[in-house]
């Protein structure tokens, strides 16, 4: 993924804008948006996560975003579920199957742990943890100030940099 605005530490676009340069990226690049369904707001929340965490959607930054969420988010298990079980996310996992394949997912998710360890330090560093269900008031602040607030340091580019990534038909080209 080309370099975001979000993905600067001191990114001074609200979160919104950041959600929705995320999202212009994605349609740019032929990706399918996914939207919340009426009364719900699980895939602007989680979409929120890349921001906040400055992460693009490459197997490699997914997996690290795992990492953050788990250890740096104010989760519940009903939403990470609630998010595992929309159609399309089903669909994809049944699709790595044959593309790339579960091996060679296991196969990069090890070959992250380094950089997971990493995460697993900033988190336990942050002031507070990232509320998932993002609450709409976030949405007007500057990410930098929320970065501040919370304590995130998010990975710079080097240190999301992974040699070798993996290239599957999903992968964004550009």
Same mark, same amino acid.
């Given at each position: ?36 369904? @009426?009364?719900?707001?699980? %895939? ?7 921001? %906040? ?33 929309? @159609? ?30 990493? %995460? ?14 993002? @609450? ?15 304590? %995130? ?11 070798? @990534? ?9």
């Amino acid at each position: 993924m080309s370099n975001l605005s979000f993905q600067s530490q001191d990114c001074e676009i609200t979160l919104s804008d950041g959600l929705e340069e995320y999202r212009a990226y994605l349609r740019a690049n032929g990706k399918k948006q996914l939207t919340d369904a @009426p009364g719900s707001q699980v %895939i602007r929340d989680h979409d929120a996560t890349h921001v %906040i965490f400055g992460l693009d959607t490459s197997i490699e930054q997914e997996s690290m975003l795992d990492s953050w969420v788990l250890s740096a988010t104010s989760w519940k298990l009903k939403q990470l579920l609630a998010y595992n079980q929309l @159609p399309e996310l089903k669909q994809l996992t049944k699709d790595f199957r044959n593309d790339p394949g579960y091996l060679r997912l296991i196969l990069t998710a090890v070959k992250l742990i380094p950089i997971k360890l990493k %995460i697993w330090k900033r988190s336990k560093q942050m002031n507070k943890k990232w509320p998932f269900a993002s @609450p709409d008031h976030l949405m007007d602040q500057r990410i930098c100030d929320l970065r501040e607030e919370y304590g %995130i340091k998010i990975l710079t580019p080097d240190e999301r940099k992974v040699k070798k @990534p993996l290239i599957w038909s999903g992968t964004i080209k550009n």
